[in-house]
């Protein structure tokens, strides 16, 4: 099994940057893909961005196209989310999560029931 642990959250002004972090340790080579998502209170999960771990392949979530990137990094098995431009509206808890099935096509990137693995979660709160 795979376990995450998100990092890097914190309280930032509307318009800063913050960089998370997504520790994988146990049997991280079955990860296919690792993707964020976030939930803000009263609000359902949604899907952030997602990376393909065997490839550079990445995918966001328009609200945050242009503001977000992520990255991974196999040396430390760990996937990054830099975003910059910060809004109030991105205030939420972060998650990452990992995929270890292998899955036909790339829409299944965007949907949190593909994810097998989930991190504790970061808190992210953007000031106005």
């Known amino acids: 099994q795979v376990q995450l642990v998100e990092s890097g959250g914190g309280l930032v002004q509307a318009g800063g940057s913050l960089k998370l972090s997504c520790a994988a340790s146990?049997?991280?080579?079955?990860?296919?893909?690792m993707g964020w998502f976030r939930q803000a209170p009263g609000k359902e999960r949604e899907f952030v961005s997602a990376i393909s771990w065997r490839s550079d392949s990445t995918y966001y979530v328009d609200s945050v196209k242009g503001r977000c990137t992520i990255s991974r990094e196999y040396a430390k098995n760990t996937v990054y989310l830099q975003m910059t431009s910060l809004k109030p509206e991105d205030t939420a808890v972060y998650y990452c999560?990992?995929?270890?099935?292998?899955?036909?096509?790339?829409?299944?990137?965007?949907?949190?029931?593909?994810?097998?693995?989930w991190g504790q979660g970061t808190q992210v709160t953007v000031s106005s």
């Open positions: 146990g049997r991280t080579g079955s990860i296919n893909a």
């Open positions: 999560a990992a995929m270890a099935r292998t899955y036909l096509g790339t829409s299944y990137y965007f949907r949190a029931a593909s994810y097998d693995i």
